[in-house]
Nanobody
Framework: QVQLVESGGGLVQAGGSLRLSCAASGGTFSTTATAWFRQALGKEREFVAAIWWKGTSTSYADSVKGRFTISTDNSKNTVYLQMNSLKPEDTAVYYC????????????????WGQGTQVTVSS
């Protein structure tokens, strides 16, 4: 089955940028969609962005639209999340996940999850 490993998190000042990576092994993204979710302390896990591997469609939560960009590098079997203009409210653990139901924003419809990477944005 697919194994996902996130990296690229860290501490950044408000207004700064980070680029998260999600590398897959044990399978491919060719029959799935891949998404980023995040979970802040004391809050529910929420959808951030998704990309369809069979097409070019992307989807973003309203809270990150215009600031975050999801993309892929097929040769490296990796999904990225470029995060610009970061705000303190972006602080959360960010998770990469895959689903066989493209278009879903529900975490319980995603089959495989990475371990998460911490993003902390200071004021």
């Amino acid at each position: 089955q697919v194994q996902l490993v996130e990296s690229g998190g860290g501490l950044v000042q408000a207004g700064g940028s980070l680029r998260l990576s999600c590398a897959a092994s044990g399978g491919t993204f060719s029959t799935t969609a891949t998404a980023w979710f995040r979970q802040a302390l004391g809050k529910e896990r929420e959808f951030v962005a998704a990309i369809w591997w069979k097409g070019t469609s992307t989807s973003y939560a309203d809270s990150v639209k215009g600031r975050f960009t999801i993309s892929t590098d097929n040769s490296k079997n990796t999904v990225y999340l470029q995060m610009n203009s970061l705000k303190p409210e972006d602080t959360a653990v960010y998770y990469c996940a895959t689903t066989t139901r493209p278009g879903s924003r529900r975490s319980n419809e995603y089959n495989y999850w990475g371990q998460g990477t911490q993003v902390t944005v200071s004021s």
